[in-house]
């Protein structure tokens, strides 16, 4: 039997990507394991910049239905629970996280790209979090969360409440999506973006996502109190040093090192 999916590295750039393109890289048990093992290693290792990419014409379908089979009530809760793992921890991952959504992202595969940092999207594609037509809350795999602070709230309530699948021009009016590209420039987007991430300066990197997820649920005065923190700590580093040295000083690229 062959993996569900694969992680690669390759200097400094970690790639996930779901390989059960037959079943549309739907998520069963044991890609949820794999996926959560991955991000694990991802979490351990040096990597500067995690990209999730997949097989086939859809990015992800969702839960695999094999596994949507009749259970005792008391079951279900740590199942539903088990899927929001591997959201949790792209949430949390310090490195940016960019979605590379080459075809339809639904479901629990739309919870994946909206739990990433960024989403660069082929043309035509649909996304989307259609829980409710089958009779399930819209909020599933961090819809509910995440969905809300990505775009406007009528917007949201529309798409988890009727299940709608947006396309990629209103993903990206809605700015559910950073880039929207044709297919065959979608690799060469990816990695652009990829390089300018994986160029920049880890830590401060690092400071400035955990500000941004920290923001949507603190209060203002505990996000200066948080900015205090972050800058006080990047200042002193070698990384803001480089940086500056090579922006006033001798007007090159800066390198930096994550120190």
């Known amino acids: 039997m062959s993996a569900p999916l694969r992680l690669e590295r390759n200097d400094g750039v970690a790639t996930i990507t779901l390989a059960r393109p037959e079943r549309m890289n739907a998520l069963d048990f044991e890609t949820l394991d794999a996926l959560v093992a991955a991000l694990d290693a991802v979490r351990e290792s040096d990597d500067r910049v995690l990209v999730l990419a997949a097989e086939g014409p859809v990015f992800c379908a969702g839960a695999d239905r094999a596994e949507m089979v009749e259970r005792p009530p008391r079951e279900w809760g740590p199942i539903v629970d088990h899927y929001l793992d591997p959201i949790r921890r792209i949430a949390d991952l310090d490195i940016p996280v960019i979605a590379r959504l080459q075809g339809d992202t639904v479901g629990g595969g739309f919870g994946l790209a909206i739990a990433s940092d960024f989403r660069i999207a082929r043309a035509?594609?649909?996304?989307?979090?259609?829980?409710?037509?089958?009779?399930?809350?819209?909020?599933?795999?961090?819809?509910?969360?995440?969905?809300?602070?990505?775009?406007?709230?009528?917007?949201?309530?529309?798409?988890?409440?009727?299940?709608?699948?947006?396309?990629?021009?209103?993903?990206?009016?809605?700015?559910?999506?950073?880039?929207?590209?044709?297919?065959?420039?979608?690799?060469?987007?990816?990695?652009?973006?990829?390089?300018?991430?994986?160029?920049?300066?880890?830590?401060?990197?690092?400071?400035?996502?955990?500000?941004?997820?920290?923001?949507?649920?603190?209060?203002?005065?505990?996000?200066?109190?948080?900015?205090?923190?972050?800058?006080?700590?990047?200042?002193?580093?070698?990384?803001?040093?480089?940086?500056?040295?090579?922006?006033?000083?001798?007007?090159?690229?800066?390198?930096?090192?994550?120190?």
Do not use: W
């Open 124 to 259: 035509g594609i649909r996304m989307g979090a259609p829980f409710i037509r089958i009779g399930l809350a819209g909020c599933d795999m961090s819809a509910g969360y995440h969905l809300p602070r990505l775009v406007p709230l009528g917007a949201a309530t529309e798409l988890m409440m009727t299940g709608r699948l947006v396309g990629t021009d209103e993903a990206l009016a809605l700015g559910l999506v950073h880039r929207v590209v044709p297919a065959e420039r979608l690799d060469e987007e990816v990695a652009s973006f990829t390089e300018r991430l994986r160029n920049g300066p880890p830590i401060a990197l690092a400071f400035t996502k955990r500000a941004l997820r920290r923001s949507l649920d603190r209060s203002r005065e505990a996000e200066f109190d948080y900015e205090i923190y972050a800058q006080t700590t990047c200042i002193q580093t070698e990384d803001h040093r480089e940086g500056v040295r090579a922006f006033f000083d001798e007007k090159r690229a800066p390198v930096f090192r994550g120190r």
